[in-house]
């Protein structure tokens, strides 16, 4: 006992101070010279460091990940890089570089083909892969950061930050790593007198630096109605028909796609058609899709809570404070963990897309050679086992009569039975398993498992898989929607009257939906001019959607 | 289209402006004075809003709630009560009082009895019954709050609020309002010219009212060790041999209770003699438990991320920096949202009681008569489905050789077979399912489903319930640890033997445990004077557990 009792309790402490104190030759108060970001980056940060970076689906704190994979590696190196997101290409520097040796991470989209080659040459070394919220919940346990480094929109002299539409995940990583001892690093657009609202306070922040530009910022979930296929609006009236108005779905999350923005264009036209309007697609857990507009302005929407903003959709928001969660200022407020909590446990609906899917209903969107991760999906996209409460939705998936049964989720899978390029969506295995192998991973990368998910949509026509009692009926029913691919080749179509006559599959016809009837027409926009008409100009494209 | 455009889109900013407007006959700025709260009150709410008040598990916005229940039921009435935890007498006086009519909630624990009993007498209506988290996250999609009440420690006149050590739920009921132009209104215990830090920013605030005393706070998580039995201690070393240390447990949550109790204050004496320092229970989601100091300055614990504080812990938290979240300004950062999220998915095992658990290991804490709700629970206490990431402990769940096998979390409940009292703890039914029916619930309210759970563990032995494959060898494993209650009785004590020699259960023996071994001179405190010599003087335990 008395030998513990001589440690020290704030070692963590005692080394962000040393570290501050160094600072003094780079800064006499808490804003760091623009040039000399990196030498500040070198004098704040150690060798074997836990680094938590932020790189959000949208935010990307680009100014101070630049200057990172500019230091010295003989001053920084094993550094214990933390991202949700690796999406710019020094992200992966930094282990070329030799500053950086492993990485924890949740996405990696637009690198996920070098990520994986580097893997194999052995380039990083591999923690753990993610679903966002989850790698934010190790940040408080296991993975405790050392320093966070963030982007903000302003800050003022004493560090206030306002990060205002896009403030996404910034205060969970500044409080993850602001209340351990940890140094907070946050870089700005710009430095202001006054905040039009303080998002993170100032007593959180270490330091401010200005970036040369602005952080960059993708506008992600922008989808030009143009590209909308007839097939997807088949689709998308087969989910509102047989899905949202079949089960009253008044809650729910939708994803980047036009899977779902054929949806969102579809509720004030097909929706209003069938008497819908008010019953389904009250209350959404999105970012602000462009797309979605035209459903907000005929009334259909009740709310949104936003993970991100989405750029040139600003003064729509501002313009719609009904809707849309903002601050006193106007402008949105996003937060990524508290939506994809409220997208987990309060909303009753998440509807997806998948490269693959195998004949029990598992999805991934791995291929070979590439690593993208999970995202969100997978906290949205499964039936929370610690829910409680109820909703006509949740209830109307319960097949039981046990005096224990309770509801479920409804996890909705829409794709084609095959992608572009003509690879069958439906397969024997995932290729995921061989990632596996490949990457040696200790669990196959499944994005979706298949006894979460409670319907399949294809332009076949829907499974209801929630209502099959045994593998062998559920293999059936995904059979029957798989048309011409491996799997669906293996349908007895026999069987295919016996499953629409149990309710276990709906074809379109079931639906009383016409093919025919599948137009682009039915869009309520049918391009991004016509988004910026139904929101009085509000909207503002950015210039890559503009053809007018 | 047209008729939607003439719409107000600032319905609820126009509703909340003219409420302010009309407050300019109380205070001319944000600060209420103490003796017109209930006038106030009676001002910026109106009948029929949504109000969510703070009764966290230990905060309570005590001044808030009494004066809420002395408004003028002429002029408040038909409000939606939204509260975490019902657990004053006024918060049910809102009901009585006709000011209040319908309640959605988390925990009921102290007014369980008179909540079922108003329920059945029509006094209320019933929305949810939720855990914390499901309730956060409907606050973002259809709970939307009209106005939060909430409790801080110091508020400066620009209304920046700190709530340190018990900042608990402050921050997500405060951002639910306060971006959804609601109004927030916080009683604090003082207002100051210079805030310690800033734990929510002024600019989310609407109203700052001193309270006439101190908000209530409860010293929920101290257990004093005087009160640990032996068979308390029995189950505690199966627990850290047959579970902790055969799985190597690094990351957990404890709840209230002895058990655990028990379990925490023999990691330095029976832990420390099987060589597992080092090993297991390194990083922790959990209040700052008093009974955990031996384990801390033993050198067990590396970190403990806290959902609120606890009376009497502030200064070993401020002087144990490296082990707990604090500010800049020493004290504790609780955070019951991130917490809660940690203890879902970053840490690798839960431990709970019961009331009652069914032969499929289904448990429940309802009594007929009670309604206490579900806390946190069962947020943390079953399998996260969209967890993707692994580690040892979890993956040791792992039975199946399918390729797309996962691990899992270890989801553990202690029970002794008997509550006092004689009473059964294994039941044919569980009394939540006759409550379903009294309350007209639409499922029946089960704390942990049986499907979730992996160990329960008795004063019998341990059942290694993840182990088994089929619902019939599930309930073999529960009833041979079951004692001589009715599920134990009927066991078959000739399979008891098969069930050992498969691991399927573990009795005391077979973990080289002996019973007479298990004596409370195990304990590293055995008393609540030895904890506080374990923290040099730092813990000052409230009076009621001071003995000397």
Sequence with gaps: MQAAKQRSWNRRLEAKQKRIEKMKGITSNRIIPTHQIVEALETLIMPGDRVVLEGNNQKQASFLSAALAQADPKKLFNLHMIMSS?????????????????????????????????????????????????LYGRLFIDLIPSVALVAADKADSAGNLYTGPNTEETPTLVEAAGFSSGIVIAQVNELVDELPRVDIPGSWIDFVVVADQP??????????????????ILQAM????????????????????????AIELLLPTYGESLGLKGKICKHWALNPHPTLIPAIESGWVESVHCFGGEVGMEKYVAARRDIFFT????????????????GQYAVDLFVGSSLQIDEAGNSSTVTRGRLAGFGGAPNMGH????????SQAWLDMMTDTNPLARGRKLVVQVVETFQNGNKPVFVESLDAVGAKKD??????????????????????????????DSMEERRQAIAAIAGVTPIGLKHDVKKTEKLRREGLIALPEDLE?????????????????????????????PAKFRSW
């Excluded at 952080?215 to 997807?232: A, K, M, N, V, W």
């Excluded at 047989?242 to 036009?258: A, C, F, R």
């Design 86 to 134: 690796i999406s710019r290409p020094e992200h992966l520097d930094l282990f070329e570089n030799g500053i950086a040796d492993k990485v924890d991470f949740s996405y990696a989209g637009p690198q996920s083909l070098r990520m994986a080659q580097m893997l194999e040459d052995g380039k990083l070394a591999m923690g753990e892969i993610h679903t966002y919220v989850e």
């Design 215 to 232: 952080y960059q910022l993708e506008p992600l979930f922008t989808r030009d109605p143009r590209h909308i296929t007839d097939i997807q």
């Design 238 to 261: 087969m989910v509102i028909r047989g899905i949202y108005g079949k089960h009253g779905v008044k809650s729910l999350n939708h994803g980047i796609g036009y899977n779902t923005a």
């Design 327 to 342: 601050g006193h200022d106007g402008s949105l407020r996003s937060n990524r963990t508290l939506c994809q909590l409220a």
């Design 383 to 390: 039936d929370p086992g610690g829910r409680r409460h109820s």
């Design 439 to 468: 990457i040696g991973l200790e669990t196959a990368p499944v994005m979706i498992y298949g006894n979460d998910v409670t319907h399949i949509v294809t332009e076949e026509g829907i499974a209801y898989l929630y209502k099959t």
């Design 513 to 541: 939906i016409r093919r025919t009837d599948a137009k682009r027409s039915l869009l309520a926009a049918k391009n991004v001019e016509e988004l910026v008409e139904w929101s009085e100009g509000l909207y503002e494209p």
